[in-house]
């Protein structure tokens, strides 16, 4: 499977998604199409969840449950997934820590975080956190939206994030998107 061309294998993935205000248009547009592309990736023994997020997190809670669980991805589970997706608009500012400590409490194999937000970045005991979270047990593969080319900086709390759980990260440029 893959999200923006992170790669990995599991059995169950977790899609921590930002959509705070300044993902609104092109980039939300593509993020969801994405995300839909890599569900229709899975097989029907994989097992995946979405977190979508900006100050508050909503995680996916398919019709017939009453709580939030890893699903099955079956055709029907990823249709509902649609739905659910279709739903989310763009607002409100970014927080990352509760949304990556609701994704990483259904202890999946791999988290796909993907965000605009640079700010606010996560904090050296915030990062220790989500990896004490994680178990060793959860990669976390990071993916940037940003504007214009890669600023290679030491304190990316993204690329930080994502080595010391086990993932990679990825830069994407959001002017490559176009509009949807």
């Known amino acids: 499977m893959q999200f923006f061309g992170a790669k990995d294998r599991a059995r169950d993935v977790v899609y921590v998604v930002d959509c705070s205000g300044s993902m ?17 990736d899975l097989d029907g023994e994989q097992r995946f969840q979405i977190v979508f997020y900006n100050h508050l997190h909503q995680v996916m809670i ?23 997706i279709d739903s989310v608009p763009a607002s409100g500012n970014t927080n990352h820590l509760p949304a990556l400590l609701a994704g990483l409490a259904f202890q999946p194999d791999v988290v796909y975080l993907l965000t605009d937000g640079r700010e606010p970045s996560l904090s050296a005991a915030e990062l220790e956190q989500v990896r004490q979270a994680g178990a ?14 890669e600023f290679d900086t030491p304190d990316n709390f993204l690329k930080a994030l994502a080595a010391r759980n086990g993932g990679t990260y990825r830069y994407q440029n959001v002017a490559e998107f176009g509009s949807r």
């Not at 060793?136 to 080319?149: L, Y």
């Open 24 to 40: 609104n248009g092109a980039a939300l547009a593509e993020a969801k199409a994405r995300l839909l592309a890599s569900l229709q």
């Open 62 to 84: 398919l019709r017939r449950d009453r709580r939030a669980a890893l699903y099955p991805a079956t055709p029907n589970n990823r249709r509902a997934a649609e739905q659910f």
């Open 136 to 149: 060793g047990r959860t990669r976390i593969h990071a993916i940037e939206f940003g504007e214009g080319a």
